[in-house]
């Protein structure tokens, strides 16, 4: 039986909430890149704008939601000590046991990416797989991890905020400035990626500590959120959005003043997704919750099949020409590979399947 504190803790729409993120992430690795699409080019900008490379819907859905739950598990009382163990096994853990042997493959076998410094190759070993660790550039998804981390170490700092009068009178400034903020370059740093999304994490707290206010059963807020992402979208498609997709935040730090409308969408379509959730928290929704009991898993596992596939067809001399049929069936197969690994981990190593792969 769930114990009554385990159920005022469990909120099924913020579970729901999960299995769409973890989709979102999925689906922008598994689409690749615009050479992948040439020729489809116009399905590909289609897909661009409802999916968002450039801030990641599947990202800033992670980080609202970690910040709506870190303030609603830990408002009334909050143990640094506790909750930094439960990430370290529930997070920490399954990131050094994937990374370690992947650091390796690495360090021995020929790996270039955009994310390495120019003289990356002139470092020693040591210093070569503290990079890795410390960035995450040893496999893309994983500078997440190595930002995420940093969210966790400034929790106390986080958890002092969590008043009315902080989200009141200080966060409409720090919000207003991460509107003109963007990822740093190949997402190559941590701390800047932390800055930039920290005021995300922030407003799921402020979501979570007002959210008896702004969870209703009524339409009208749902509706709003939907027509104002339809807007957006609208614009983006007919070229009104002239933000450049390779702002960086390295740009801002030069002096850059950009508009970031890419991140004010994400935000659209969190609250929208939030909304919609919450009015159908009673629902049976079967798939989204086992999509967010696995998202975690799912998120360290997907990447593996979708570069072993791809370094097949590349054997193979077969390119990639995504067209929508064939992109949404490598994409179910990326998915259903993923969700099946899991599944057997889960199988196999019981209650410790949480410390391989955090699920």
């Known amino acids: 039986m769930v114990s009554k504190n385990k159920m005022r803790q469990f909120l099924?729409?913020?579970?729901?909430?999960?299995?769409?993120?973890?989709?979102?992430v999925v689906a922008v690795h598994a689409r690749g890149f615009a050479s992948y699409w040439e020729s489809s080019p116009d399905t590909y900008k289609f897909l661009d704008t409802f999916s968002d490379p450039s801030e990641g819907n599947g990202t800033t859905l992670f980080l609202f939601i970690g910040g709506f739950l870190?303030?609603?598990?830990?408002?009334?009382?909050?143990?640094?000590?506790?909750?930094?163990?439960?990430?370290?096994?529930?997070?920490?853990?399954p990131y050094l046991i994937i990374s370690i042997p992947l650091?390796?493959?690495?360090?021995?076998?020929?790996?270039?990416?955009?994310?390495?410094?120019?003289?990356?190759?002139?470092?020693?070993?040591?210093?070569?797989?503290?990079?890795?660790l410390l960035t995450g550039s040893h496999l893309p998804p994983f500078w997440f991890i190595s930002t995420i981390i940093l969210f966790y170490f400034t929790a106390p700092l986080l958890h002092a905020i969590d008043t009315g009068?902080?989200?009141?009178?200080?966060?409409?400034?720090?919000?207003?400035?991460?509107l003109f903020?963007?990822?740093?370059?190949?997402?190559?740093?941590?701390?800047?990626?932390?800055?930039?999304?920290?005021?995300?994490?922030?407003?799921?707290?402020?979501?979570?500590?007002?959210?008896?206010?702004i969870l209703t059963d009524?339409?009208?807020?749902?509706?709003?959120?939907?027509?104002?992402?339809?807007?957006?979208?609208?614009?983006?498609?007919?070229?009104?959005?002239?933000?450049?997709?390779?702002t960086r935040f390295e740009d801002v730090l030069d002096g850059a003043i950009v508009f970031n409308a890419y991140l004010l969408k994400?935000?659209?379509?969190?609250?929208?997704?939030?909304?919609?959730?919450?009015?159908?928290?009673?629902?049976?929704?079967?798939?989204?919750?086992l999509l967010g009991s696995y998202s975690f898993g799912l998120f360290f596992v997907h990447y593996f099949f979708i570069?072993?596939?791809r370094k097949i067809f590349e054997l193979g001399g077969i390119p990639f020409d995504f067209s929508l049929l064939t992109y949404v069936m490598y994409f179910l197969l990326i998915l259903m590979a993923s969700m099946l690994t899991v599944y057997f981990i889960k199988k196999i190593t019981g209650r410790y399947s949480r410390y391989l792969i955090g699920s």
């Not at 076998?109 to 003289?119: K, S, V, Y």
């Not at 009068?165 to 991460?178: A, E, G, H, R």
């Not at 190559?188 to 206010?213: E, Q, R, V």
Request: proline share 6%.
């Open 307 to 309: 570069s072993i596939s």
């Open 165 to 178: 009068k902080f989200y009141l009178y200080v966060f409409p400034f720090i919000m207003v400035l991460c």
């Open 12 to 24: 099924p729409y913020i579970h729901f909430l999960r299995g769409v993120a973890i989709l979102y």
């Open 103 to 132: 650091i390796w493959l690495r360090l021995h076998t020929p790996f270039d990416t955009p994310a390495l410094p120019e003289d990356f190759s002139e470092r020693s070993t040591l210093h070569k797989a503290g990079h890795f």
């Open 181 to 213: 903020t963007f990822r740093p370059e190949h997402n190559a740093n941590p701390l800047l990626s932390y800055l930039h999304y920290i005021p995300i994490y922030i407003l799921g707290m402020a979501t979570s500590y007002y959210k008896d206010k």
């Open 266 to 289: 994400t935000i659209i379509l969190c609250f929208l997704w939030l909304t919609f959730f919450y009015r159908v928290r009673n629902q049976n929704l079967s798939s989204l919750e």
């Open 70 to 93: 870190f303030q609603h598990l830990s408002r009334h009382q909050f143990d640094f000590r506790k909750y930094l163990t439960q990430k370290f096994k529930n997070l920490i853990l």
């Open 218 to 246: 009524d339409p009208k807020l749902f509706y709003g959120f939907l027509i104002l992402y339809a807007l957006m979208c609208v614009a983006e498609l007919a070229g009104w959005i002239t933000t450049p997709r390779n």
